[in-house]
């Protein structure tokens, strides 16, 4: 497809169980940006990627969130020990090119967490 | 504080009225400007770039002050199909984290 493509779109997790999302950004996208929104609220930023290299991972709440994009592409965030607290919709988002530069930034439909 | 503010609103207008929105933001450093639309349980996408100048889109119009460190969004002759929540975003330069504010939501009403 043209977009931002994230999968699962739904998941629920029992508290404890490890959750590993996926995102395939738009095609020759350079950066790539995971964020987290709660029912309410606006994305919350979590990191960022600039092809393989993770630039900005100062949103992730705790050491039990990781995220990777190993081959500069598609990009997985994984969580581990899944809490109540966790439960969001977690956004993948990205552009052409660096942001600053006027590249829009595309979002995909994002994987909606429930942990119970 | 957080980096980037707004009014949650909800904003409830009749259809026609025109509408504006505040956002400010703490960094001094922060040089590109943006409005989002989200539309419910949707994902967020752009609905035009702030520029220093001002620029208006059809019956919107965005400007920004750099002075006192906020941005803000005008709709005009509200549409029923304007209701959603608009997110303002903020980018520094130095390694484009972008960040967004919390959201403003309109609901237009017949």
């Known amino acids: 497809g043209a977009g931002v493509s994230q999968s699962p779109r739904y998941k629920v997790a029992k508290r404890g169980q490890d959750v590993a999302l996926r995102c395939d950004p738009i095609?020759?996208?350079?950066?790539l940006f995971w964020y987290q929104q709660a029912l309410g609220q606006g994305p919350e930023f979590l990191t960022y990627?600039?092809?393989?290299?993770?630039?900005?991972k100062s949103g992730l709440p705790s050491d039990r969130f990781f995220a990777e994009r190993p081959e500069g592409s598609v990009s997985t965030l994984k969580i581990q020990r899944t809490q109540q607290e966790d439960s969001a919709v977690y956004l993948c988002?990205?552009?052409?090119?660096?942001?600053?530069?006027?590249?829009?930034?595309?979002f995909g439909e994002g994987s909606w967490l429930t942990v119970v | 504080r957080k980096e980037v503010e707004q009014d949650p609103g909800p904003f409830n207008v009749p259809e026609g009225a025109t509408v504006a929105f505040n956002c400010t933001y703490s960094n001094s450093a922060s040089q590109s400007f943006f409005w989002y639309r989200q539309d419910c349980r949707k994902e967020p996408k752009l609905l035009m770039s702030?520029?220093?100048s001002g620029n208006e889109d059809g019956r919107f119009t965005a400007q920004l002050n750099r002075a006192s460190q906020y941005i803000s969004l005008l709709i005009r002759d509200s549409k029923l199909s304007d209701s959603a929540t608009y997110l303002c975003v903020v980018m520094k330069t130095s390694y484009d984290k972008v960040i967004f504010g919390p959201g403003t939501s309109l609901s237009v009403i017949p």
């Open positions: 095609s020759g996208h350079v950066s």
């Open positions: 990627f600039q092809n393989e290299a993770q630039l900005d």
């Open positions: 988002a990205s552009s052409l090119q660096l942001p600053s530069g006027g590249n829009t930034i595309y």
């Open positions: 702030v520029y220093s």
